[in-house]
């Protein structure tokens, strides 16, 4: 009965950091308000120093003290941010932070029911809620990563077209945010937004690869600066560069189908003992109760995923090409 009432209130606790997670005013659009009528308000005259100082005040207040008490706790909470900012939501690292607390709560509770130890439980527990959300991270960042670098190559054409009629650069940059959809048109929009409050172009572009983190968009910041050093047809540079990135994402594409087999192999491989594991604990779980309880088997069992996450980690370095 003692478990029962433990486990309602870790599930009410969980649902409670979870709408306190995900619900009430998003501190996130405040400051974009806040910033837009800073905007507006230095829009016709230069940005000057007290106006820079206000921004960087307005941006360091987006840190609550959720948020700062995760960011003491976490190892690296910068790399942390910048990830989530890479899925192009409006994540804050208190809401990663909470989420994987529930998780961890709800692991350990369901674990000591079942009898498991815990000190078992806890491990099991931190290694479910770090590397749960770590995952769903990795998932979105690839999954927008993939949709920006399908509408690429279209953008950089759409750039083309404006220089070759003879706009200037930062116009087009204006109309491929607007013209482009997807991760594509936010990106080129943010960046236009810093050149209005006063950023030079090379800074917006660098500061918006140093965010992506893909090589691509990298290519596209790379040119325009030797071209601003070197001169030359920018159109011509910008138009080779569109096909080389359809070049790249082709052969990409080919790489993958040929790899496919052998990560269906792996993956089938690798998930066998678990599906052997959960079938034998369906028919008998007494016979696999003793990994829950029988510190012998703990350590072996512990040991063999192990064993089976170095073999995993060397396929998966096998079958990835850098192109």
């Given amino acids: 009965m003692l478990m029962l009432l433990m486990l309602a209130g870790a599930a009410g606790a969980t649902l409670l950091l979870l709408a306190l997670a995900f619900n009430g005013p998003s501190p996130s659009k405040a400051v974009k308000r806040r910033l837009e009528l800073l905007k507006e308000r230095h829009a016709d005259s230069p940005l000057k120093a007290s106006a820079q100082a206000q921004i960087r005040k307005l941006m360091a207040q987006r840190q609550g003290r959720m948020e700062n008490a995760f960011s003491s706790l976490m190892p690296r909470p910068a790399l942390l941010r910048l990830r989530l900012e890479r899925t192009g939501k409006a994540w804050t690292l208190g809401q990663y932070g909470m989420v994987s607390a529930g998780i961890l709560m709800i692991v350990f509770l369901?674990?000591?029911?079942?009898?498991?130890?815990?000190?078992?439980?806890?491990?099991?527990?931190?290694?479910?809620?770090?590397?749960?959300?770590?995952?769903?991270?990795?998932?979105?960042?690839?999954?927008?990563?993939?949709?920006?670098?399908?509408?690429?190559?279209d953008a950089i054409e759409l750039m083309v077209r404006g220089l070759r009629s003879g706009l200037p650069i930062t116009e087009t940059l204006g109309i491929v945010s607007g013209e482009i959809g997807g991760p594509v048109g936010v990106e080129f929009r943010a960046v236009s937004d810093k050149m209005k409050i006063g950023r030079t172009m090379d800074a917006a572009l660098q500061e918006t690869a140093d965010r992506l983190g893909t090589p691509e968009f990298q290519f596209f910041v790379i040119t325009l600066a030797i071209q601003r050093e070197t001169g030359g047809n920018l159109a011509e540079t910008l138009s080779n560069l569109a096909d080389v990135l359809r070049k790249r994402a082709q052969m990409?594409?080919?790489?993958?189908?040929?790899?496919?087999?052998?990560?269906?192999?792996?993956?089938?491989?690798?998930?066998?003992?678990?599906?052997?594991?959960?079938?034998?604990?369906?028919?008998?779980?007494?016979?696999?109760?003793?990994?829950?309880?029988?510190?012998?088997?703990?350590?072996?069992?512990?040991?063999?995923?192990?064993?089976?996450?170095?073999?995993?980690?060397i396929m998966a370095k096998m079958i990835n090409f850098e192109i």
């Fill in 252 to 313: 990409k594409l080919k790489i993958k189908a040929m790899s496919s087999e052998s990560k269906a192999s792996a993956m089938i491989v690798g998930s066998l003992p678990f599906i052997v594991f959960a079938l034998v604990s369906m028919m008998n779980p007494k016979y696999m109760g003793g990994f829950f309880t029988d510190p012998r088997l703990m350590v072996a069992g512990i040991g063999g995923l192990i064993w089976m996450g170095i073999g995993v980690f």
């Fill in 110 to 153: 369901l674990l000591t029911l079942k009898g498991a130890p815990i000190l078992l439980a806890l491990m099991l527990g931190l290694f479910v809620a770090t590397g749960l959300p770590h995952m769903t991270i990795n998932y979105l960042i690839k999954k927008r990563l993939a949709a920006f670098n399908v509408n690429f190559p």
